[in-house]
């Protein structure tokens, strides 16, 4: 059974730095491409940042320039640094692997 689980999450100020966290967990031989999501209240879940297998990366427009994307030492872990936080990146975020959700971790941009 594959779990992904993220961590990180909370509430920050306008122009603030959070960092996401998710861990896998079950039988996985290899690195597998990994990405981040998000859903805003009323919204649709939208893509925010991808990472391949082989460090290939792509993110959103509205967080290129402000977010990072970065694989852990552990295998299919994935770190999300979001830094200058806006109000509207305020949505809980998921990370994926393949087929897997996480439970999601709320971030909250507020003052």
């Known amino acids: 059974q594959v779990q992904l689980v993220e961590s990180g999450g909370g509430l920050v100020q306008p122009g603030g730095s959070l960092r996401l966290s998710c861990a896998t967990s079950g039988n996985i031989s290899r690195d597998l491409d990994m990405g981040w999501y998000r859903q805003a209240p009323g919204k649709a879940r939208e893509f925010v940042a991808f990472?391949?297998?082989?460090?290939?990366?792509n993110y959103a427009d509205s967080v290129r320039g402000r977010f990072t994307i970065s694989r852990g030492n552990a295998k299919n872990t994935v770190h999300l640094q979001m830094n200058s936080l806006k109000v509207e990146d305020t949505a809980v975020y998921y990370c994926n692997m393949a087929a897997y959700w996480g439970q999601g971790t709320q971030v909250t941009v507020s003052s």
């Open positions: 990472i391949s297998s082989g460090g290939i990366i």
